[in-house]
């Protein structure tokens, strides 16, 4: 068993990178900070660009990171950067954002709409 440890925002790229791929099938891959298969990616976007970010965090340790801009696979669940924030915080909770270990380039999670 590995140590207990916080994941690098490298770790949480290469598992948020293996369920973005899978998409638009969703699969259950082990969270990179505490193990548990509880990881949950949410698109936001404009609906007919099809370009936003994605928020990724697991529903157990409350970690996760939000990516700069990304293209919206068609077919994907995915939020419009128009819904109120409320609405929009009911499909992502606050979770503690792993900033990222290159530069600063958009880290807020709903930075892309400035
Ligand atoms: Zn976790």
Request: charged share 20%.
């Amino acid at each position: 068993m590995e140590p207990r440890r916080t994941a690098t925002w490298y770790e949480w790229i290469q598992a948020y990178e293996r369920v973005y791929l899978a998409l638009p099938k969703s699969i259950r891959i082990p969270c990179p900070n505490c193990g548990q298969a509880t990881l949950r990616l949410q698109l936001t976007g404009n609906p007919e660009t099809h370009v936003g970010f994605a928020s990724f965090w697991c529903t157990t340790c409350m970690l996760g990171i939000s990516t700069g801009r990304c293209n919206i696979p068609h077919g994907v669940d995915m939020l419009s950067f128009d819904l109120p924030d409320e609405e929009w915080s009911r499909h992502v909770p606050q979770y503690k954002v792993i900033p990222p270990d290159l530069g600063r380039r958009r880290r807020s999670v709903r930075g892309l709409t400035s």
